[in-house]
């Protein structure tokens, strides 16, 4: 076999295997999720009954949703969670409404004496969406609301 032959064959090989290993690299890779369509309402407890605090929203990802961490924290104490602090909070309860999409709703009983020691006024609601294939979107203010007495 002559060389010339063989040196371009070698080059067309690696640059057909570059061409199809990039091809599968960009058909796994996955996207990150998204969080929509989010809404928070603060309830004030009353001498009948608790109060509460719901926040829900739509997330989604192409290989369908596995936690929405939620953390809501007073405007005014500047907390500011990072991604990383979010992995350890509490989570919302998450319903799929197809392959890729999910309703999560999160509750949180309010009782008078919980609302004592509530800040009034603006909270933030931080969320953290994980994909079942592991990656996540942070959103530091997802949504907010307005707490009262």
């Known amino acids: 076999m002559s060389k010339r032959i063989l040196v371009p ?3 067309g090989l690696v640059v057909v295997g570059a061409v199809a ?3 599968y690299a960009m058909a796994s890779a996955g996207t990150a999720p998204s969080v929509e369509d989010s809404s928070a309402r603060y309830v004030a407890p009353s001498p009948r ?8 929203a739509d997330v989604s990802d192409d290989s369908g949703v596995r936690t ?3 953390l809501a924290w007073p405007t005014s104490s500047k907390l500011d969670p990072t991604e990383a602090e979010m992995r350890s909070v509490d989570a919302a309860t998450c319903r799929s409404t197809s392959d890729t999409t999910s309703r999560c709703t999160y509750t949180l009983k309010v009782t008078q004496q919980d609302a004592a020691g509530l800040a009034e006024g603006a909270w933030d609601v931080s969320v953290l ?3 079942k294939d592991g990656d996540t979107k942070f959103v530091p203010r997802a949504a907010t609301f307005t707490v009262t007495r």
């Open 21 to 23: 290993a990039g091809g």
């Open 9 to 11: 064959s070698a080059i």
């Open 129 to 131: 969406a994980t994909a």
């Open 49 to 56: 009954g608790a109060g509460a605090l719901t926040y829900t």
């Open 68 to 70: 929405l961490k939620v």
